[in-house]
Each structure stands twice: as C-alpha cells, then as structure tokens.
C-alpha cells in the first residue's frame, strides 16, 4: 500500500528554524487530515499539530503554538511544518500519519498502516 515519508530534520541551534515535510508516495494527501507527532526516548507519543481535509481546520499543541505553522501543497502532495524559535525541548523524532476526519487526528487516533518512519530534530542550546 501507500506510504509517507518525512524529511527535512536535523541539528539547530536553539532560536533557529526548519520546515519538515511529509510526502505521500502512493497516497493523496489531500483526503486526509494529515499529523505530525514527536516520540523522544522514554516519553509517550506526542500529537504536535493536525490540518483538515478543509485547510482551515487546524490544531497546534499549546507548546509549539505561536512558533510551528501546518500548511499544504496539495500540487506536491505534501504537507509541511514550520518550525520557528526552536527549543532544546522540541528535539525529537517527527513523525507523519494520517487519518479520515480532522477530529481523529486531534485525538491522535490515525490509521495504523499511514506513519511515517520519523525524521530526528536536534535543537541544541
């Protein structure tokens, strides 16, 4: 079946920026609300922020509010995140999944067979 794949991660320094994508290969992006997640070490699975099949539907955890910005390309089958202000603490494996319904996705309740293997986001300080 389909797949999605991350790219875009890597080491910054804390207050820099990067932009993850999350491409679909052999997937429509675009009829699905589409998450990003973040899995440290040790930590439980963090939903970070969700799009709707509508793009204006859009969730961001209380922590990256402000700083991280969820858009599509639909052309590109992608979906990006942009990442400002980056913090020690946003360090992490980004993950991408996706789902039917916008409200799953705020829920953290994605299909099983669309995740992304992860990309590493390193903030240093």
């Known amino acids: 079946q389909g797949r999605l794949v991350e790219s875009g991660g890597g080491l910054v320094h804390a207050g820099g920026s990067l932009r993850l994508s999350c491409a679909g290969s052999?997937?429509?992006?675009?009829?699905?609300?589409i998450g990003w997640f973040r899995q440290a070490p040790g930590k439980e699975r963090e939903g970070v922020s969700c799009i709707g099949t509508n793009e204006e539907n859009t969730y961001y955890t209380d922590s990256v509010k402000g700083r991280f910005t969820i858009s599509r390309d639909r052309a590109k089958n992608l979906v990006y995140l942009q990442m400002n202000n980056l913090k020690p603490e946003d360090t992490s494996v980004y993950l991408c999944?996706?789902?039917?319904?916008?409200?799953?996705?705020?829920?953290?309740?994605?299909?099983?067979?669309?995740w992304g293997q992860g990309t590493q986001i390193t903030v240093s300080s």
């Open positions: 999944a996706a789902v039917e319904l916008f409200n799953l996705c705020v829920r953290g309740e994605m299909r099983d067979d669309y």
């Open positions: 052999g997937v429509t992006l675009d009829n699905y609300a």
